[in-house]
């Protein structure tokens, strides 16, 4: 039986109590029976069900109808709301120290995370609804009471929330909320932290990220999510792994890598005039990403370096790669070599070309085409974070190899 202690919280559909609870401590909600409808409450009772995470609030029992009001039973944080730990410093039982707001950062991203991979839009993200474990520092989403099921564009609760935490495209009434203003949400919250300072919401924007947080870790990703158009704002799916990365790197620099390094294509083929091996066969096989692929996602330049180009002259010294732009006017097309040679006189020379197009066609998920680009990218993650990367570029002009790069990076 549950006994009255102490009020922790109210807001227009009722009051939150701290008590007892079948011998532990909850956050009981009571909210008025005319406030709201059956359907709302088995909503909300069905999204905390379907959102159980460490780092999203628990739901200890069910929902029961006493005098008159709705009692709802929800895991006791001991700790304090996000919004006492940034902005009410002399209330706050927590060190901002760099670790300690990383395990707060990566928390509330995991528990946001967990409540997209549902189909969960959460409406309401604000500091008040994030609280912090004294003991632990662990960050957990509360209040899901506006909280909807969003799918294939239904909803299944009205759109409301903070206008102080709501994206462009909601404050000017464009979309409803979904993912992405949830997203975006969470960037300003991650950002306020990060600064310790309340950031006027019109104007935040990933130049305004830059200035505020200048070149500390989660500047990049937080950028990613308040991206202004939607449509290119990053989803918890695809900076998540950045976010997990940035956890323990304090203030960085970074030197500027070329955006072709970003492409998200794990098997990119541009020919006109490819072979007919089954290539995407091959691409399946390359995704070891246990995420979605984000077009800004990529592992550190740090440590980037060529390996050596097959040398053609190791087998022979009088060939070498061929580099000619492209064939000379007066050559008999049907004197064009294939890319495995056959039926030529100079058997030596045949030989030494096969050895080049094995060594460049090694481990490539198709054959070569006959002229056109293969370039191939593989990943592997440890822990959530990239290990390895791996990049082979091969491109052929007319039955010749012109071009052939190797690029691997390494974080060990």
Known sequence: MAYS????AQGCFGKVYKQKYNDTWAAIKKVPQQLISRKD???????????????????????????????????FIFGEDLETTIFKSSKSKIQLTPANKDTIIVGMCEGLLHLHSKDIVHQDLKPENIMVEH???????????????????????????????????????????DQ?????????????LCARIRLYTPSVCPA?????????????AVCRMVEPDPSLRASMAGVMAEIRRSRGKGTVTTAPVKKDHFKPSLLDVTARNQSPSPINRGAALLNRDPLPINKDRSPSPLKWEHTPRPNLKAFHPQIGLHNSPSPKPAEDKTKKQALVPTGRADITQDLMKMKLYQEAAKDLPCNLPTTGKVVVRRFEEKNGEC??????????????????????????
């Open 5 to 8: 202690a102490s009020t922790l």
């Open 41 to 75: 409450l088995e909503r909300e009772c069905d999204v905390y069900n379907k959102s159980e995470h460490p780092n999203i609030v628990k739901l200890l029992g069910n929902i029961t109808l006493t005098d008159g009001k709705w009692i709802i039973p929800l895991e």
């Open 135 to 177: 003991n632990t520092n662990r960050a957990v989403i509360i209040d899901l009471g506006l909280a909807k099921f969003f799918k294939y564009g239904l909803n299944s609760a009205m759109d409301m929330g903070n206008e102080a935490y709501s994206a462009p495209e909601v404050l000017q009434r464009r979309s409803q909320r």
């Open 387 to 412: 290990e390895r990367w791996t990049q082979t570029e091969v491109v052929t002009r007319d039955g010749k190899i012109v071009k052939y790069d190797d690029i691997k990076f390494d974080s060990k």
């Open 180 to 192: 992405r203003s949830d997203v975006w949400a969470m960037g300003k919250i991650i950002a306020e």
């Open 208 to 220: 305004k990220i830059k200035e505020t947080m200048k070149d500390q870790a989660f500047c990049n």
